[in-house]
């Protein structure tokens, strides 16, 4: 395996690992969702979807404070893109979101919020887990 080829400032992919050409069809199925997502909101969707230790809204910052160093602003607003609304906006709109995750209410704990993949979310990670797959096998 040859770790890449640098040329005037851009990857040659021809000469790049299966394992990079298995990440770079990752991010392109992630921004068939948004062309201009932002690492840090794929990693709080994937750290959901592959840490089952990871049940709460506080989970998932504790999980990203500690490996990123993400606020927990930050993960809230991140995690907010895959609820089915987004977070409120400054004017009081409130966009359509992925869809992919829904939050609500802890039986034992109403402050809490439980999250919870949805169809569509399920969905998103078997495609995602399908192009890594595919970028393996070329």
């Given at each position: 395996?040859?770790?890449?080829?640098?040329?005037?400032?851009?990857?040659?992919?021809?000469?790049?690992?299966?394992?990079?050409?298995?990440?770079?069809?990752?991010?392109?199925?992630?921004?068939?969702?948004?062309?201009?997502m932002a690492i840090?909101?794929?990693?709080?969707?994937?750290?959901?979807?592959?840490?089952?230790?990871?049940?709460?809204?506080?989970?998932?910052?504790?999980?990203?404070?500690?490996?990123?160093?993400?606020?927990?602003?930050?993960?809230?607003?991140?995690?907010?893109?895959?609820?089915?609304?987004?977070?409120?906006?400054?004017?009081?709109?409130r966009p359509e979101?992925?869809?992919?995750?829904?939050?609500?209410?802890?039986?034992?704990?109403?402050?809490?919020?439980?999250?919870?993949?949805?169809?569509?979310?399920?969905?998103?990670t078997d495609k995602?887990?399908?192009?890594?797959?595919?970028?393996?096998?070329?």
């Amino acid at each position: 395996e040859d770790g890449g080829l640098f040329i005037f400032g851009r990857l040659n992919l021809m000469s790049t690992s299966k394992e990079l050409k298995a990440f770079h069809s990752a991010i392109k199925t992630c921004m068939q969702i948004d062309p201009y997502m932002a690492i840090s909101r794929i990693d709080a969707f994937l750290t959901y979807a592959n840490d089952p230790e990871v049940q709460t809204i506080a989970d998932l910052q504790d999980t990203l404070r500690r490996t990123t160093g993400l606020a927990a602003s930050s993960v809230s607003r991140n995690v907010s893109f895959w609820t089915e609304t987004i977070y409120k906006h400054r004017d009081g709109s409130r966009p359509e979101g992925a869809g992919f995750i829904q939050l609500i209410a802890d039986p034992a704990d109403y402050r809490r919020r439980m999250i919870l993949m949805t169809a569509k979310g399920e969905q998103f990670t078997d495609k995602i887990t399908e192009a890594i797959k595919n970028g393996l096998e070329k």
